[in-house]
């Protein structure tokens, strides 16, 4: 099931944690759950930086991510 997060609140109504969107995930498949996802967060974090910090890894961004820039949601291109 695929899950949005503006579809699901925290228990508490607050975002939601990582048991709040795979609550029949047992302890362990939720520690790592946890570990991966700030793995991820870290690494995307030193991603940003380096391309924020770097101006020739700036402009290749730019014009990598260019195209990408003009798609809008209201295109005709839905798979529905």
């Known amino acids: 099931m695929l899950v ?9 109504g ?8 795979y609550p029949h995930a047992t302890d362990q498949e ?8 700030m793995w991820y967060a870290d690494f995307t974090l030193r991603m940003y930086e380096r391309i924020a ?6 402009r290749e961004f730019k014009a990598l991510t260019a195209a990408l ?10 798979p529905v």
């Open 30 to 37: 939720l520690e790592e759950a946890e570990e991966f996802f």
């Open 53 to 58: 910090h770097d101006p020739t890894a700036y």
């Open 69 to 78: 820039q003009t798609a809008t949601m209201e295109s005709d291109h839905s």
């Open 4 to 12: 949005f997060m503006d579809q699901t609140s925290g228990t508490n």
């Open 14 to 21: 607050t975002d939601p944690t990582i048991r709040d969107l």
